[in-house]
């Protein structure tokens, strides 16, 4: 990547987006395998992250396992841009929101512990904007394991797995709240988080373990900012198809070489027909474009009309919110 020179960066970057180690010194392991030290290897990922190019070292949670999430957009005035995307930042349910080009303009993630909360969190911001909010839930994912390589080759995405939420256990929701915030940049990050939740490291440490190999933690690792490293022309391309049309088309678009996400959702009758998402994240407008050509030309795809949404400007991204703030204080 153009953004990131450093050959010892790109490697941090690269190899450690998933299987994030869970251990005492899991910094002393990622400085092994890269002939640092550990102290250097923090220092590193701090500074990605003070200069933006990295989120957090920690969790994303699989959408649906053990939380409520939708995606959901409202066609702001021009004029009320700023308004309405900060009215819909200050919910502490929204995790992401982004400007895109079309009339239906902001485009945001609401999330909560379950759907009662997610529908309050609409129903807010349909009050305080004015503003029709499409409620766009998840019917199944194909690919929502986003990661991003720093140094080519293909994109290395596991298979689905399989996830078996009647692992949770009392104050798990605390520990994945902590998780998809971020672990500390020290040391010992997981007797620093057990120290935060007033807990034994050794029983987070293994409640980490069992919530990663329920498949209820879908990524450990850096989360990086895909805009801030490069990838800053991207795409939400939305497919109108027919129902029975999706169990063919949402496998190989989501395999298809440049989609990072793809996954099956609800129309909104007469407003949004369509039920195909994609996502494209590119160095170019003309790159994805590239991207999206190649896509239409599936079989899969044949005769689908498609929308092509780019993003202009991130308002918010952050992880989901898993317990409400009332409870998590």
């Known amino acids: 990547m153009r953004h990131i020179t450093d050959p010892i960066d790109r490697r941090l970057l690269d190899e450690f987006q998933r299987d994030?180690?869970?251990?005492?010194?899991?910094?002393?392991m990622l400085g092994n395998a890269l002939g640092l030290?550990?102290?250097?290897?923090?220092?590193?990922?701090?500074?990605?992250?003070a200069t933006g190019r990295i989120t957090r070292v920690g969790a994303t949670i699989t959408p649906g396992a053990v939380t409520a999430s939708t995606l959901a957009a409202v066609a702001a005035p021009e004029d009320r841009l700023e308004e309405?995307?900060?009215?819909?930042?200050?919910?502490?349910?929204?995790?992401?929101?982004?400007?895109?080009?079309?009339?239906?303009?902001?485009?945001?993630v609401a999330t909560g512990p379950d759907r009662a909360h997610v529908n309050d969190t609409l129903a807010r911001i349909s009050r305080s904007t004015g503003l029709q909010v499409l409620d766009l839930r998840l019917v199944r994912p194909f690919n929502v394991d986003l990661g991003f390589r720093m140094t080519g080759g293909a994109k290395n995405v596991p298979t689905a797995r399989k996830v078996d939420a009647s692992v949770m256990r009392?104050?798990?929701?605390?520990?994945?709240?902590?998780?998809?915030?971020?672990?500390?940049?020290v040391s010992e990050p997981y007797a620093a988080l057990a120290r935060s939740l007033k807990r034994d490291v050794t029983?987070?440490?293994?409640?980490?373990?069992a919530l990663h190999a329920a498949g209820i933690i879908s990524r450990l690792g850096v989360i990086v900012r895909h805009r801030a490293l490069g990838w800053s022309a991207n795409a939400m391309v939305v497919w109108d198809l027919p129902a029975e049309q999706i169990e063919t088309a949402g496998p190989a678009l989501a395999a298809f070489p440049g989609v990072t996400l793809c996954y099956e959702r609800n129309p909104v009758p007469d407003v949004w027909p369509?039920?195909?998402?994609?996502m494209i994240h590119a160095r170019t407008r003309n790159e994805a474009l590239d991207v999206l050509a190649g896509a239409i030309a599936l079989p899969e795809l044949a005769g689908a009309r498609n929308k092509v949404l780019f993003s202009t400007r991130c308002f918010k991204q952050t992880g989901a919110l898993i317990q409400a703030k009332e409870v998590a204080a």
């Not at 029983?203 to 373990?209: F, N």
């Open 203 to 209: 029983d987070v440490m293994e409640r980490v373990e």
């Open 274 to 278: 369509y039920r195909l998402y994609s």
């Open 20 to 28: 994030f180690p869970i251990t005492e010194r899991p910094f002393q």
């Open 170 to 185: 009392k104050g798990d929701r605390c520990l994945l709240q902590s998780l998809s915030s971020g672990l500390f940049l």
């Open 37 to 49: 030290d550990e102290a250097e290897v923090i220092h590193r990922l701090s500074r990605m992250r």
């Open 84 to 108: 309405v995307a900060a009215l819909i930042d200050a919910e502490p349910g929204v995790n992401h929101n982004y400007q895109r080009e079309d009339a239906w303009n902001l485009w945001f």
